[in-house]
């Protein structure tokens, strides 16, 4: 099992906005979220922190998905309506082990 950690470092004061957004790239089909997907906040440290944690079995099921979320033009819509909320980003691999 591996879990695909999304962090977007989010500007100051836009974690409303960018939580929106989120909810509607998520009904809309338009964002990962395969079964056991969690979403996370964190007010704490540098600044505000949304982060979107995806599990996959197989690192090839997590390419397939990326390409087809990528390839979407209403994603490429949604996604330049998200960009100016975030800092930075940062995306973190992890291989469960227990």
């Given amino acids: 099992m591996y879990i695909f950690r999304e962090i977007f470092h989010l500007q100051f004061g836009r974690y409303r906005d960018a939580k929106a957004l989120l909810d509607e790239g998520i009904q809309k089909d338009l964002l990962l979220h395969p079964t056991g997907t969690r979403v996370l906040?964190?007010?704490?440290?540098?600044?505000?922190?949304?982060?979107?944690?995806?599990?996959?079995?197989?690192l090839s099921d997590y390419e397939t998905?990326?390409?087809?979320?990528?390839?979407?033009?209403?994603?490429?819509?949604?996604?330049?309506?998200?960009?100016?909320?975030?800092?930075?980003?940062?995306?973190?691999?992890?291989?469960?082990?227990?």
């Fill in 65 to 98: 998905d990326l390409k087809k979320e990528l390839g979407g033009d209403q994603w490429k819509d949604w996604y330049e309506r998200f960009k100016p909320l975030v800092r930075f980003s940062e995306r973190e691999i992890m291989k469960q082990v227990v």
């Fill in 41 to 58: 906040t964190d007010f704490t440290g540098e600044g505000y922190r949304l982060i979107i944690e995806l599990p996959y079995a197989r």
